[in-house]
T-cell receptor, first 116, second 110 residues
């Protein structure tokens, strides 16, 4: 079974530029998550999708961050414009059970963003 | 106070030592995960616990629901075990989402 795919793996941009990350979850996984992990901290949930609908985006800085999952499969996360404090690893994860209950999240390799 | 606290933050051990990483949480949970993160960012799920104890190879995870505490043990540690170990909980009130600890950086020296 192929894992969660993310691209690019690394990105360096200047502040005020735009950047987009892509995630392809494990086939058949209805739930997709985007996390931000700042160096030395645990991951922080940015947005959670259930199929192509948003379940939770309460911690997404909506003035500059946006995400979509148009066909309920792969997803993109965009930052426009980027700030220095956006430097972090952006992790995508997916899981197979849509409702309540115990389930596993499978993580992608992450995209390391450096904003200079 | 964070909902999930890990200790220690950093741990250096000699190859072969027995290692314990602790996780305490302050909310009611439906499950607790132990995750391993290698340099480069990728995260691998090691265990998912809701009670008792699980063992996989040299790794053992235990959880005490009453005390809101979990431990991850590594027996006969090896340099390839060097990684960040993260505890994450799924609260009873939000079964779909995980709250993460800040991680424990483990370095095992040969």
């Amino acid at each position: 079974e192929a894992g969660v795919a993310q691209s690019p793996r690394y990105k360096i941009i200047e502040k005020r530029q735009s950047v987009a990350f892509w995630c392809n979850p494990i086939s058949g996984h209805a739930t997709l998550y985007w996390y931000q992990q700042i160096l030395g901290q645990g991951p922080k949930l940015l947005i959670q999708f259930q199929n192509n609908g948003v379940v939770d985006d309460s911690q997404l800085p909506k003035d500059r961050f946006s995400a979509e999952r148009l066909k309920g499969v792969d997803s993109t996360l965009k930052i426009q414009p980027a700030k220095l404090e956006d430097s972090a690893v952006y992790l995508c994860a997916s899981s197979s059970i849509a409702g309540w209950g115990v389930y596993e999240q499978y993580f992608g390799p992450g995209t390391r963003l450096t904003v200079t | 106070k964070n909902e999930v606290e890990q200790s220690p933050q950093n741990l250096t051990a000699q190859e072969g030592e027995f290692i314990t990483i602790n996780c305490s949480y302050s909310v009611g949970i439906s499950a607790l995960h132990w995750l391993q993160q290698h340099p480069g960012g990728g995260i691998v799920s090691l265990f998912m616990l809701s009670s008792g104890k699980k063992k996989h190879g040299r790794l053992i995870a235990t959880i005490n629901i009453q005390e809101k505490h979990s431990s991850l043990h590594i027996t006969a540690s090896h340099p390839r075990d060097s990684a960040v170990y993260i505890c994450a909980v799924r609260s009873s009130g939000s079964a779909r989402q995980l709250t993460f600890g800040s991680g424990t950086q483990l370095t095992v020296l040969p």
